[in-house]
């Protein structure tokens, strides 16, 4: 069945804003941290506000996949955290959410974190780039490749590397040093900004520590406090640019936020301000930047015909490979939520987390309970522009979006560095799983243990008591349900 063109008075814009590692204690509106959010609240105290708010995936690859895809990233095993010369992850035949909007004549464009590869594999940055999300459906990208503490530290504007200069080409891998070039092994004074923990001892750009290697492009190299504000101004210049009076076509924009991704270096405005070191000040640059851009919106006169979606990639992590204070400088406050868990791991902290929707004037303030996930946008947009989806495992639950239900999907298939657990209702199913109990690195369990887990949800959100064994019955029964939708 063909695409078909939706009626006028159902084509609002669309802005997705995804944060990166941002846990449901970060946003105050949830009232289980000490950070003050006050824009993230206005959304979420003025929409609907989400307490069963899922990404599919432990981590960021997989769950961006999933969100662009309405696809299980589990199906394709090269969806895991990937090194920034990492080749593109979604086939370009592939529909994506960017295709759906596309095809319903939306103008269309992603600003800030990628992370889902470029090009074939061998990339010379110095060259137009092959297979970008340009391929994938976007008219408009303005990205990071990968990640902020990996290697190339550049802006990526449609397929050219923004400000490179041909006398100064940009030479990255992944497998070895280019001869000559300082690393933070080698060179450990150039640690200006942040020092090292775990992982990240490679190249050093801007006092910063990265993963991978990579030499020259100087011209190119971004400015980390700068990030916030480069990205910003591009998703604004965007809005200007293709407001739908000036273009006759609704605009979708999927603006990828770094914060509080690692390194975490926000803008010199923002630094000791949270009181919880460099992670809460760029939860307050973040929080900062959703309030810029819902002003725009405001200042287009576009806010009351634009539905908002706010959520994060996955859970919260805190010492993830720097030496930024943010276990030290915690205090009370309790970015997971009360949830076990965190980023990379299988409980709850993994992968439920902050979700908001917000449309002025159309969606009802309300606290909702439905068990929703970032994998149904496509077929929850196929069902607002009564289109075919064309992505089975993406369910449409528009309604519960909308406020109009509270009623989401009732299963769910979740997933971390490739283990998967279940969903179902309240409970949770974790199926025995080789591996060690705990990621020493981060010091976040990740729900791996030799033997079955259930957990009443409603009862024990914090995943405290494994009912396995006295519940049997149920362990069969949802063991057989997800069966059916993994095999």
Not at 167 to 192: C, I, K, R
């Amino acid at each position: 069945m063909a695409l078909g063109q939706a009626p006028k008075n159902t084509r609002p814009n669309v802005l997705i804003i995804l944060t990166d590692d941002l846990g449901i204690g970060d946003v105050s509106a949830y009232q289980k941290g000490k950070l003050h959010t006050p824009n993230i609240d206005k959304l979420a105290n003025g929409g609907v506000r989400f307490t069963n708010g899922y990404a599919t995936s432990a981590t960021c690859t997989p769950s961006r996949f999933a969100l662009l895809t309405g696809r299980y990233p589990w199906h394709n095993a090269k969806a895991k955290v990937l090194p920034g010369d990492a080749p593109t992850l979604i086939d370009t035949a592939m529909f994506t959410l960017a295709d759906l909007f596309k095809k319903q004549g939306y103008q269309t464009g992603v600003v800030g974190k990628w992370h889902l590869g470029l090009g074939n594999g061998k990339i010379d940055w110095n060259q137009p780039i092959s297979e970008t999300p340009n391929d994938l459906g976007f008219d408009y990208s303005y990205i990071m490749a990968a990640t902020n503490d990996r290697v190339p530290t550049v802006y990526v504007e449609n397929r050219q590397v923004k400000g490179l200069q041909a006398n100064d080409p940009l030479l990255v891998s992944y497998v070895q040093n280019f001869p000559g070039e300082p690393t933070a092994l080698t060179h450990p004074a150039l640690m200006t900004t942040l020092k090292w923990d775990h992982g990240h001892n490679n190249s050093v750009h801007n006092g910063v520590p990265r993963i991978g290697f990579m030499k020259g492009g100087k011209a190119a190299l971004w400015v980390d406090e700068t990030m916030a504000n480069e990205f910003l101004n591009q998703a604004s210049a965007f809005i200007t640019q293709r407001h739908p009076q000036k273009t006759g076509q609704p605009f979708f924009l999927y603006y990828a936020l770094h914060q509080p991704h690692v390194p975490r270096v926000p803008n010199p405005r923002f630094v000791g301000k949270s009181g919880l070191g460099p992670r809460g000040d760029a939860i307050l640059e973040a929080d900062w930047c959703v309030g810029e851009i819902v002003q725009k919106l405001e200042q287009e006169g576009l806010l009351e015909n634009t539905l908002l979606i706010f959520s994060s990639d996955n859970g919260p992590v805190l010492n993830d490979g720097y030496l930024d204070d943010a276990v030290e400088k915690r205090g009370n406050h309790d970015p997971f939520g009360g949830l076990r868990g965190g980023k990379y791991s299988l409980f709850e902290g993994g992968t439920r987390v902050p979700f908001i929707t917000y449309w002025k004037g159309h969606i009802q303030p309300q606290v909702s309970a439905a068990l929703v996930c970032q994998i149904d946008f496509l077929a929850s947009f196929a069902q607002l522009f009564q289109a075919s989806n064309p992505a089975p495992e993406s369910q449409n639950t528009l309604n519960a979006f909308l406020g109009k239900s509270s009623k989401g999907r009732r299963k769910l298939v979740l997933e971390a560095a490739g283990r998967l657990a279940f969903r179902q209702d309240h409970y949770a199913l974790i199926p025995p799983h080789e591996g060690n109990a705990i990621a020493k690195d981060v010091n976040i369990e990740l729900g791996v243990a030799p033997e079955m887990q259930l957990y009443d949800l409603q009862k024990d959100p914090g995943q405290k008591h494994n009912l396995a064994k006295e519940k049997w019955k149920k362990v069969k029964a949802l063991e057989m349900a997800m069966q059916r939708l993994t095999q």
